[in-house]
């Protein structure tokens, strides 16, 4: 059964850091591009990052780049975000989710975690 | 403001055939694949349709995606009242990043 598991969220301060991680079980995880996608509360759904299955290729929105860092240990089965400059916007439930066709065909996702930027 | 426009809302009634529009551009839709999830409250989304008109296993035929140069669509028929949920178009950018419409909440009447 596939299972992806973050942890890691929490209540942070503006400017603050913060990292994510997501544990991958079920399939193999070295194949897969990953995605992190967040959800503000009341809102809608917003790609945030994506890294290929060999970590050759990372991509970011606008909005979190230069700020957040996407990696992955394929040995661990683990995704990672790395949230650094974290500012009141940033606060949402962080999803990981497993890209099924490398074109934010998200099939299977986390349950995701909290994250709270506020002082 | 999103990327992919969708309506904000819908309805229908139980047996009813209801379809939720997903415009774009020709750097997202226009060159790339058109993916639909499913998100009931409190839980996390769900892929309902890939590549444009793929179901996945387990999803029911009611569910169905097309696409034609910049927009998609989703329809489902046979309306029940467990579809109440709020609905995503997503696709690939050419620019390199991923894009979500802004979701369309689906209210089964």
């Known amino acids: 059964e596939v299972q992806l598991v973050e942890s890691g969220g929490g209540l942070v301060k503006p400017g603050g850091s913060l990292r994510l991680s997501c544990a991958a079980s079920g399939f193999t995880f070295s194949s897969y591009r990953m995605n992190w996608v967040r959800q503000a509360p009341g809102k809608g759904l917003e790609w945030v990052s994506s890294?290929?299955?060999?970590?050759?290729?990372?991509y970011y929105s606008d909005s979190v780049k230069g700020r957040f860092t996407i990696s992955r240990d394929n040995a661990k089965n683990s995704l990672y975000l790395q949230m650094n400059s974290l500012r009141a916007e940033d606060t949402a439930v962080y999803y990981c989710a497993r890209d099924y066709l490398g074109s934010v065909s998200n099939d299977y996702w986390g349950q995701g975690t909290l994250v709270t930027v506020s002082s | 403001q999103s990327v992919l426009t969708q309506p904000p809302s819908a309805s229908g009634t139980p047996g009813q055939r209801v379809t939720i529009s997903c415009s774009g551009s020709s750097s997202n839709i226009g060159s790339n694949t058109v993916n639909w999830y499913q998100q009931l409250p409190g839980a996390a989304p769900k892929l309902l349709i890939y590549s444009n008109n793929q179901r996945p296993s387990g999803v029911p035929d009611r569910f169905s995606g097309s696409k034609s140069g910049t927009s998609a669509s989703l329809a489902i028929s046979g309306l029940q009242s467990e579809d109440e949920a709020d609905y995503y178009c997503a696709a690939w950018d050419d620019s390199l990043h991923g894009v979500f419409g802004g979701g369309t909440k689906l209210t089964v009447l």
């Open positions: 890294i290929s299955s060999s970590s050759s290729h990372i």
